[in-house]
C-alpha cells in the first residue's frame, strides 16, 4: 500500500509540472462573444461560407476554454447555417449537438432557442409535426422561466403556423389568439408578416374570404417594406393557395412564381457550392479536431515522460504491478470457475435432496394419515364396547380392569391425536379462530379435567387471574386451552405432594388488543439446565431416572408451536429439586359488539325428544354393533347395511331422517355413494362417520354433499347434537 501511494503521488506532481510548463494564453470569453455574433450576422445576411468559417474559429476557441453555453450557441449557428442551406439531416444533428450542450448549463435561453429551432426543422422541414410540437412546447416551458415575451409569442407562431399547416386549426387557434395578444402590447416587427399571413389563413378556414384578402395583401406590403425574403415568400405562397381556392387562377400562379423566384434569391447556386465548401471544411474541422485531442494528450505524455526518467521508472512499476494484479486476477477466476462448477454440482445435489425431501414429506403426511385411520378404527371398537359394557352392566363400573382398559385405550387414542397434532402444525395446516370466552372459566375447566392426575399424585392446583382482566375475551380458545392442558398435566405429573398455580396478569392495552402474562408454577422435581434447551423437541423426555411418567414427548413441542401461531414465545426457569416456572405472553382482542355477534352466531343445541329414523353405512361389524346400540340408546331407530350399493337400494323404499356414512369401504367409498344420493334428489342429511383427520377430507365431503363430519371415536352426546340440530334445520326448511 505505501509504495502504491507514492506512485499516485509522483505521477499527480508530474501531470501538475506538465501542466505548468505547457500553458498558453486562452482566448477570452468577450473575444468569443464577439465572434459569435459576427457569424449569425453573416448568416442572416446569407454569406452561409463565412458563417461557417467564423462559427469554426469561435466554436474551437469555446471548447479550448471550456464553456458549454458558449459551445451550445456555435454548434446552434452551425446547424441555422445547414437548415438555410436546406441540408436538414445535418442541422438537426448540430442543433442536438447543441442541445447535449445546453443541457448540462443553467442557460434557459439557449435551452428555449435550441428546443425551437428543433421544432421548426421536424415540423416544416422533416413534416414530423408531432415531434416538432414537442420541442416546441419544452421551447416554451423554458420561456416562462426566463421569462422572454418575444421569444414566447416566436414559440406561440410556430406551433400555431404547424397546426395550420396540418389543417388543425381549432387546436392552433389558442396559439394565435395569445400572438395577437402580444403584438398590441409589443408591435414586434420580426413578427408582423407572419402574423399577419396567420391570421389569413385562419380566416380563409372560416370562409371569411374579405378579411383573408386584407391579411394576405398586408402580410405581402409589410414584407417588402422590412424586406423580410423569407417571410415574404411564405406569405406569396399561402396567398396563392388562398387565390386556388377562390378559382382565381391567375393572381395564383403569379403568386406562386414570386415565392419560386424569391426562393431562388434566398438559396442562390453559387452562395449555396461556396457554403457546401465550408461545411465540409467545418465537418473536417470537427474530425481534426478530435485527432488533435488525441494527439496533444499523446504529446503530453510524450513530453511528461521525456521530463523525468523517475516517471518511466514509476510507469515500468505500474506496469510491473498491474502484471502481478492481472496474474492474480486469472488465479482468482479459475479460483472462481472452479468454485462456481463445484457450488452447481452441489445445487444440483440440493436439488435432487430438496426434491427427495418433499417426497419423503408426502410419504410420512401419507402415512401419518394412514396410520392414525388404521388405529382409530379398531379404538373406536375399544372405546365404544368399553362404553357400553359400562352403561349395560353397572356392576363392573367399579372393575379396575375394565376402568384401565378404557384409560389405556384412551390414553393410546391421546397419543394418535398429538402425532396427528404436530404433523399439522409442521405443515401449516392450523388457523387459528376467533371465538368468545372467559378466561377464569378456562382455568377452572382444566383444572377439573386434570383433578384426576392431581389426586394420584397428591398435588393442589390453586388458580390467581388478575381482576383487570376483562371477562369476555376473543380468540382460540380451543388452542389456548390445548397449551395450558399441556403445561398444566405436565407440571401435575412431575410434581408429587405439592402445588401447581396458574397466574393470570395483564400487562397492556393497545388498540383493543390485551397483553396478558400467563405463569403455570411447580414446585416439582425441576428440570437441569442442560435439559432446558431440549424439552420443547419433539420426542424427547427428561426426568424418566426413577419413574416412567409416560407420554409421547410431544406436549411441550406442541405448546412451543401453537404460541408461534399466537405470536409468542414460551420461557422457562427452573431448578432441580425445587421446581420449575413456564411463562409466555398472548394478546386477546376484547370488544363488545364482536363478542355479541360471536354468541349469536353459535348453533344452539337442539336436543328433541322424537324418535329419528336413522341409516347407518359401515362395512366393520364391531363399529356397526357400536354404532347400533349407541343410537338405538337414545330411542332412535336404526338400520345398517355394510356398502354403498345396499345403501342406495333400501333409500329407494324407505325414508330416514339422517345418514351416518362410512368412508373407507370396500365396493364404493362413503364420498361416491354420497354423491349418488344426491343424484337422485335426495335431500336427507349425511354424516361422515371416519377415522380420517378432518382436515383432510372436509372439501371432498362437501363436494360430495355431505352435512358434517364426526371423527371416530366420538362422544355419543357430541353425535346426538349434530344428528338433532340437522334434522330440526332440514325439518324447518322443508
Not at 425551437?116 to 423554458?142: D, Q, S, W
Amino acid at each position: 500500500m505505501p509504495l502504491i501511494r507514492i506512485v499516485l503521488l509522483i505521477i499527480l506532481w508530474s501531470s501538475f509540472l506538465g501542466t505548468a510548463f505547457g500553458q498558453t494564453q486562452l482566448p477570452t470569453k468577450k473575444g468569443i462573444e464577439k465572434l459569435t455574433k459576427q457569424a449569425t450576422k453573416l448568416r442572416e445576411s446569407g454569406d452561409f461560407e463565412k458563417s461557417l468559417l467564423v462559427s469554426r474559429l469561435a466554436l474551437r476557441k469555446s471548447i479550448a476554454i471550456h464553456d458549454n453555453v458558449l459551445i451550445a450557441q456555435n454548434y446552434n449557428n452551425v446547424a441555422a447555417n445547414y437548415n438555410d442551406l436546406a441540408e436538414f439531416d445535418k442541422a438537426i444533428f448540430y442543433y442536438k449537438k447543441a442541445l447535449n450542450y445546453a443541457n448540462i448549463t443553467q442557460n434557459d435561453t439557449i435551452k428555449q432557442r435550441i428546443n425551437n429551432n428543433l421544432g421548426n426543422m421536424y415540423c416544416f422541414e422533416k413534416k414530423k409535426y408531432e415531434k416538432g410540437i414537442v420541442y416546441y412546447r419544452r421551447a416554451l416551458e423554458y420561456s416562462k422561466k426566463i421569462p422572454d415575451s418575444s421569444q414566447m409569442a416566436f414559440t406561440n407562431l410556430n406551433i400555431a403556423w404547424a397546426y395550420f399547416d396540418i389543417g388543425k386549426f381549432d387546436e392552433g387557434e389558442g396559439n394565435l389568439k395569445m400572438i395577437n395578444s402580444y403584438y398590441k402590447k409589443h408591435n414586434n416587427d420580426i413578427i408582423i408578416v407572419i402574423l399577419n399571413m396567420l391570421n389569413g389563413m385562419y380566416c380563409n378556414y372560416k370562409n371569411e374570404d374579405t378579411k383573408a384578402d386584407l391579411y394576405f395583401k398586408e402580410a405581402i406590403r409589410l414584407g417588402k417594406k422590412l424586406n423580410e425574403k423569407s417571410d415574404l415568400s411564405f406569405s406569396h405562397l399561402e396567398y396563392s393557395k388562398f387565390l386556388l381556392k377562390r378559382k382565381d387562377y391567375k393572381r395564383a400562379y403569379e403568386n406562386l412564381d414570386i415565392y419560386t423566384r424569391l426562393n431562388d434569391e434566398i438559396y442562390a447556386e453559387e452562395k449555396l457550392e461556396k457554403a457546401n465548401v465550408e461545411g465540409i471544411n467545418f465537418e473536417l474541422d470537427e474530425y481534426r479536431r478530435a485527432i488533435d485531442k488525441i494527439e496533444n494528450e499523446k504529446d503530453l505524455q510524450f513530453q511528461s515522460l521525456k521530463k523525468s526518467r523517475i516517471i518511466v521508472l514509476l510507469f515500468i512499476i505500474a506496469i510491473f504491478v498491474l502484471l502481478l494484479f492481472l496474474n492474480s486476477l486469472i488465479k482468482n477466476n479459475k479460483f472462481r470457475l472452479k468454485s462456481n462448477a463445484d457450488l452447481m454440482i452441489a445445487n444440483e445435489e440440493l436439488i435432487i435432496a430438496n426434491k427427495k425431501a418433499q417426497e419423503s414429506a408426502i410419504l410420512k403426511t401419507q402415512f401419518v394419515s394412514t396410520i392414525s385411520h388404521e388405529l382409530r378404527t379398531p379404538l373406536y371398537g375399544v372405546v365404544g364396547i368399553t362404553d357400553l359394557l359400562l352403561e349395560e352392566h353397572k356392576e363392573l363400573a367399579t372393575s379396575p380392569h375394565l376402568n384401565s382398559l378404557k384409560f389405556s385405550a384412551r390414553y393410546l387414542l391421546s397419543l394418535v391425536n398429538d402425532i396427528l397434532q404436530i404433523n399439522k402444525i409442521e405443515e401449516n395446516k392450523i388457523i387459528l379462530d376467533n371465538l368468545s370466552f372467559n378466561l377464569t372459566d378456562e382455568f377452572y375447566m382444566i383444572k377439573n379435567s386434570l383433578s384426576f392426575i392431581a389426586k394420584k399424585n397428591n398435588n393442589k392446583v390453586y388458580i390467581d387471574v388478575d381482576p383487570s382482566i376483562p371477562e369476555s375475551l376473543i380468540g382460540d380458545k380451543l388452542r389456548f386451552a390445548q397449551i395450558l392442558m399441556n403445561l398444566v398435566s405436565n407440571a401435575l405429573k412431575f410434581t408429587k405432594n405439592g402445588e401447581v398455580n396458574l397466574i393470570a396478569k395483564q400487562i397492556a392495552i393497545k388498540d383493543g388488543m390485551h397483553s396478558i402474562a400467563i405463569k403455570i408454577k411447580d414446585n416439582g422435581i425441576g428440570i437441569a439446565s442442560l435439559d432446558q434447551e431440549k424439552i420443547f423437541d419433539k420426542f424427547v423426555q427428561v426426568g424418566r431416572k426413577e419413574i416412567d411418567y409416560q407420554g409421547t414427548g410431544l406436549g411441550l413441542a406442541i405448546v412451543k408451536r401453537l404460541l408461534e401461531l399466537f405470536g409468542s414465545e414460551i420461557t422457562v426457569e427452573s431448578e432441580l429439586g425445587k421446581g420449575t416456572t413456564f411463562t409466555f405472553l398472548v394478546n386477546f382482542e376484547c370488544n363488545a359488539g364482536k363478542t355479541t355477534e360471536i354468541i349469536n352466531n353459535i348453533q344452539v343445541d337442539m336436543t328433541s325428544s322424537q324418535a329419528f329414523k336413522v341409516l347407518v353405512v359401515e362395512d366393520n361389524p364391531i363399529n356397526q354393533l357400536i354404532t347400533k346400540k349407541t343410537i338405538e340408546k337414545n330411542n332412535y331407530s336404526c338400520v345398517v347395511v355394510d356398502d354403498g350399493f345396499k345403501a342406495l337400494e333400501i333409500l329407494e323404499n324407505e325414508e330416514f331422517d339422517i345418514i351416518l356414512m362410512d368412508i373407507n369401504m370396500p365396493l364404493m367409498n362413503g364420498f361416491e355413494t354420497s354423491r349418488r344420493i344426491r343424484q337422485r334428489d335426495i335431500e336427507t342429511p349425511i354424516i361422515a362417520l371416519t377415522a380420517f383427520d378432518k382436515n383432510e377430507i372436509t372439501d371432498e365431503a362437501i363436494m360430495a354433499g355431505m352435512n358434517d363430519i364426526i371423527v371416530k371415536p366420538f362422544e355419543s352426546v357430541q353425535l346426538f347434537k349434530i344428528i338433532n340440530c340437522l334434522i330440526l334445520k332440514t325439518k324447518s326448511v322443508v
